[in-house]
C-alpha cells in the first residue's frame, strides 16, 4: 500500500485550509520558534498540531490498514466460531473428541489474533493522540470532551484504556482487586462494552486483552471508518474548524 499524499490526505478529512498559515513562527524574543520535542512550530499552535498529527497518521495508515486487515478477519471467525459453540453447533466432546479440540483451538487463535492486532493497533493511535494533546496543550477535560464519543467515552480515552489492557491484562489478571491506576482503564473498557468492573467477588471482570472487541465496536468492522474516526477526534481535540 503506497503512502498517501499530503495534499490528498488534507482533501480526503476536509483539512484543505490546513495547507495555509504553515508559516514559521517568531517568539516574543525574536528567535524562531520550535516544538516541545525540538521542530521548527508552523502556523499557530492548532494549526501547528494539526499539521503534525496528520504527517504522523499518514506515516502509520500503512501499517494500521496492514494490521487491521487480518485483526477484523480473525475477530470476525472469533465471534462466528463461539457463537456457534454457544448454540451447540459443531462437533460434541463426547461424539468427536478430536474435532472438537480442533474447534476449540481456532477459537482460541482467532481471538490471540484478533486482540494483539487489534492492541497493536490501539498503541499506534494512543501514541498519535497522546503527541497531539501534548502539542496543543490540551486539558484532561478537552481530552474528555473531544468527539466522537462511545457510551460516554472519548476515542483518546478508549484508546488510551484498550493500549493499558494490551500492556497490562496479565497483571490485570493477577490482581485480587484493581488499583486505582487500573481502574482508571477498567471504567472505560467495561462502559464500552457494557460489563461490570469487578465481579460479584469483587475480582476485575477484564482479564483478557479485549483489544479485539473494543476495536470491531467503534470501527464497525470498517478500516474506513476507524481512519475518520481517528482524524475526526484530533480535529475536536485541537478545535479545528
Known amino acids: 500500500m503506497a503512502l498517501q499524499g499530503f495534499d490528498l490526505t488534507l482533501s480526503r478529512f476536509g483539512l484543505e485550509n490546513l495547507k495555509n498559515g504553515l508559516d514559521l513562527q ?16 508552523l502556523g499557530k499552535p492548532c494549526a501547528n498540531g494539526m499539521f503534525r498529527f496528520i504527517e504522523r497518521w499518514r506515516q502509520s495508515e500503512c501499517t494500521i490498514t496492514e494490521l487491521y486487515t487480518p485483526m477484523a478477519h ?23 473428541p478430536q474435532a472438537y479440540h480442533e474447534v476449540t483451538d481456532s477459537i482460541i487463535e482467532s481471538q490471540l489474533v484478533a486482540s494483539t492486532l487489534a492492541g497493536s493497533i490501539a498503541v499506534i493511535l494512543n501514541s498519535l493522540f497522546h503527541r497531539l494533546k501534548l502539542d496543543l496543550n490540551a486539558s484532561e477535560d478537552e481530552w474528555r470532551l473531544a468527539t466522537p464519543a462511545f457510551s460516554g467515552f472519548s476515542l483518546g480515552e478508549i484508546f488510551a484504556a484498550a493500549a493499558a489492557n494490551f500492556r497490562h491484562y496479565d497483571e490485570w489478571a493477577a490482581a485480587k482487586s484493581p ?31 479485549v483489544c479485539g472487541s473494543v476495536l470491531m465496536l467503534i470501527s464497525q468492522g470498517s478500516i474506513e471508518t476507524l481512519h475518520q474516526i481517528t482524524v475526526s477526534y484530533a480535529k475536536s481535540l485541537a478545535k479545528y474548524k
Do not use: H, Y
Not at 181 to 208: D, H
Open 179 to 209: 488499583s486505582a491506576q487500573q481502574l482508571v482503564s477498567m471504567k472505560v473498557l467495561c462502559g464500552l462494552l457494557n460489563m461490570p468492573i469487578k465481579t460479584a467477588k469483587g475480582f476485575p471482570t477484564i482479564r483478557t486483552n
Open 74 to 96: 480473525a475477530a470476525t471467525s472469533f465471534e462466528s466460531l463461539s457463537a456457534a459453540r454457544d448454540r451447540g453447533e459443531g462437533p460434541a466432546l463426547w461424539q468427536n
Open 26 to 41: 517568531v517568539t516574543k524574543s525574536g528567535d524562531i520558534a520550535i516544538t516541545r520535542d525540538g521542530d521548527l512550530q
